[in-house]
């Protein structure tokens, strides 16, 4: 059963960078079968797709956050990861790592749990 | 940009039959998935490809998308499925949309 983990501190300073990790087990992120995403949601408000990576190379962004985001994949500890810059607190929220399904970026079909980052001084 | 629209909030009563809708321009030429979302729950895929279930999905969730229009449709709605539900499809150039979400409240 795949399992998705995120990782990483709760709270980060404006104008710093969020860095955030999503172990995967039960899986590879080696396979050329997928790619991996990163989707939030702030309190009480609903969901924001903020990109998607294959190990590969190839990525999406949603393009108001492209200039701010990386996403990249390492295999070696089978972890993908994402890193947002220059952040406010409307970056406050909960953020989810998860999985597209195989040879498709159209929806989403495995999740992690989400961790909650707080933008604040 | 590409927008999925949907109505903030529902209710309907045990075993009445619910339709949340999800509208988008041309919606219908795209693939619709939707999601439900339990408070303080990660979301979990009900449909994808407009009415396709993933396994362990109860049969009384189904789907379609035509027009401008998709919609879910909980047959037999129980307790339990009372949740937060969101559309998402992928778009040629804002790729994964979702939309703002409805609430449905089983009472």
């Not at chain 1, 992120?29 to 609903?46: A, E, F, L």
């Not at chain 2, 307790?79 to 449905?104: I, R």
């Amino acid at each position: 059963q795949l399992q998705l983990q995120e990782s990483g501190p709760g709270l980060v300073k404006p104008s710093e960078t969020l860095s955030l990790t999503c172990t995967v087990s039960g899986g590879s992120t080696r396979s050329n079968s997928y790619h991996w995403g990163w989707i939030r949601q702030p309190p009480g408000k609903g969901l924001e797709w903020i990109g998607s990576v294959h190990y590969r190379g190839s990525t999406y962004f949603h393009p108001s956050l492209k200039s701010r985001v990386i996403i990249s994949v390492d295999t070696s500890k089978n972890q993908f990861s994402l890193n947002l810059n220059s952040v406010t607190v409307a970056d406050t929220a909960v953020y989810y790592c998860a999985r597209h399904p195989p040879g498709s970026v159209e929806y989403f079909d495995y999740w992690g749990q989400g961790i909650l980052v707080t933008v604040s001084s | 940009s590409y927008e999925l629209t949907q109505a903030p909030s529902m209710s309907v009563s045990p075993g009445q039959t619910a339709s949340i809708t999800c509208s988008g321009d041309k919606l219908g030429d795209k693939y619709a998935s939707w999601y439900q979302q339990k408070p303080g729950q990660s979301p979990v895929l009900v449909l994808y490809q407009d009415d396709k279930r993933p396994s362990g999905i109860p049969e009384r969730f189904s789907g379609s998308n035509s027009g401008n229009t998709a919609t879910l449709t909980i047959s037999g709605t129980q307790a339990m499925d009372e949740a937060d539900y969101y559309c998402q499809a992928w778009d040629s150039s804002s790729f994964v949309v979702f939309g703002g979400g409805t609430k449905l409240t089983v009472l």
